[in-house]
């Protein structure tokens, strides 16, 4: 597996703990915890930048963070769960499958 694809799981699940904290947080000590990983989910987001297409690795980040955290309410927060959010959300997996599926392919007149 390329190192990149390593720091888009470690931007997505940094970027999950964050948003768990801003559902838990209360204290000062645990608001700097917050800081530190939103700092670490933006430096492992642009080392994944640095080697993969911007658009796949944002498009990865923002569907494992929306499908994560669409998990986290429903698991951990006791959220409402409908049918159609589970059909949403299987789209959103799908959009992230196809995008890793088609990273480095060539398309004709040039790669993308």
Do not use: R
């Not at 911007?54 to 498009?59: E, F, K, L, R």
């Amino acid at each position: 597996m390329n190192k990149s694809w390593i720091y888009v799981m470690l931007t997505s699940l940094s970027e999950l703990i964050w948003i768990y904290g801003f559902n838990t947080a209360s204290s000062l000590w645990e608001w700097a915890i917050i800081v530190g990983f939103i700092l670490l989910d933006l430096y492992f987001l642009a080392k994944a930048c640095g080697n993969l297409p911007t658009g796949t690795v944002y498009a990865i980040f923002a569907g494992a963070g929306t499908v994560g955290t669409f998990l986290m309410d429903v698991l951990l927060f006791g959220q409402h769960i409908s049918i159609m959010k589970i059909l949403f959300t299987m789209l959103v997996v799908g959009g992230v499958i196809g995008l890793k599926l088609s990273d480095n392919k060539s398309i004709e007149g040039g790669d993308y």
